[in-house]
């Protein structure tokens, strides 16, 4: 007697795997890009120089020489710059809405103190980022209804704009500052 040994040639449907349709997959990779675009216009905007004509400041431990009219403005940067860096952390992602909308109070407040500190000079250029956090704001108010995947593309648009435009004004602000 012979027994007939022969395997299926085809495998059962049940272990057959679907591609993954998810935030991981394709949800957060615009805001994953806007985030590194900030932190790269971020980062490249740091300052190393010092002037001649220059005072020192100590705040929080930390001492930053700025050209002495103009203190105020350099060190409402230097929190300008400080709070986009929060706002650019690829970890603000699992923070959901809350800590996005945190972050972009916190980089809305900082922005005000610039345009406080900078009078009219800067004008266009603090204009443009105020008008992209009011679009990051509209856009991370809309977490969380309707369309996931629109928002998180709405979210990484706006994100991109802020890093445009906070290039344009912190690499203004570093001639200034230094």
Not at 87 to 105: E, K
Not at 106 to 127: E, G, N, R, S
């Amino acid at each position: 007697m012979t027994e007939n040994l022969t395997h299926p040639t085809t495998p059962p449907t049940a272990h057959r795997q679907r591609p993954h349709r998810g935030f991981r997959s394709g949800l957060g990779s615009a805001a994953i890009c806007g985030l590194a675009l900030v932190a790269a216009s971020v980062a490249g905007c740091s300052s190393s120089s010092t002037s001649s004509t220059s005072t020192s400041t100590t705040t929080a431990g930390s001492a930053a020489t700025y050209p002495a009219d103009k203190q105020e403005l350099c060190q409402a940067r230097d929190q300008l710059q400080s709070s986009i860096t929060a706002l650019t952390n690829p970890a603000l992602l699992t923070q959901g809405t809350t800590g996005i909308t945190a972050a972009v109070s916190q980089v809305k407040a900082a922005l005000a103190d610039v345009k406080t500190a900078a009078k009219q000079d800067y004008q266009p250029q603090v204009q443009a980022l105020q008008t992209s956090f009011d679009e990051l704001e509209t856009a991370a108010g809309n977490l969380g209804s309707g369309s996931a995947a629109q928002n998180m593309t709405a979210v990484g648009t706006a994100i991109a704009a802020v890093g445009t435009n906070a290039t344009a004004l912190l690499t203004e602000l570093k001639t200034t500052c230094g």
